[in-house]
């Protein structure tokens, strides 16, 4: 069963960091180009970094760049993303995708989300 399991989310302080994992099952996560995407109600969902299944390609939006680092293990098979400075505009569902990135992403699995909520 192709499945995609973020993790790490969770409760933290403004100016507290996170590591968000995303795992792979059911599938070669290094055939494919990794985007993490987070979604809050009532607003587009957003794109927030990407990493090309070669590693030699990462993406950060400019909400996150500078504090923010995305890298993978094709041999363990997870992408993470490191978010430091969290920030309360960073509450959001956080998701990974597995696809095709070209300039945007083209995600053909996605994850089933994990909640971020950063307190002021």
């Known amino acids: 069963q192709v499945q995609l399991v973020e993790s790490g989310g969770g409760l933290v302080q403004s100016g507290g960091s996170l590591r968000l994992s995303c795992a792979a099952s059911?599938?070669?996560?290094?055939?494919?180009?990794i985007g993490w995407f987070r979604h809050v109600p009532d607003k587009a969902r957003e794109g927030v970094s990407c990493i090309s299944k070669s590693e030699n390609s990462t993406y950060y939006a400019d909400s996150v760049k500078g504090r923010s680092n995305i890298s993978r293990d094709n041999v363990k098979n997870t992408v993470v993303l490191q978010m430091n400075s969290l920030n309360p505009e960073d509450t959001a569902v956080y998701y990974c995708?597995?696809?095709?990135?070209?300039?945007?992403?083209?995600?053909?699995?996605w994850g089933q989300g994990t909640q971020v909520t950063v307190s002021s």
């Open positions: 059911g599938f070669t996560l290094g055939d494919y180009d």
């Open positions: 995708a597995a696809g095709l990135w070209l300039g945007v992403m083209i995600p053909q699995f």
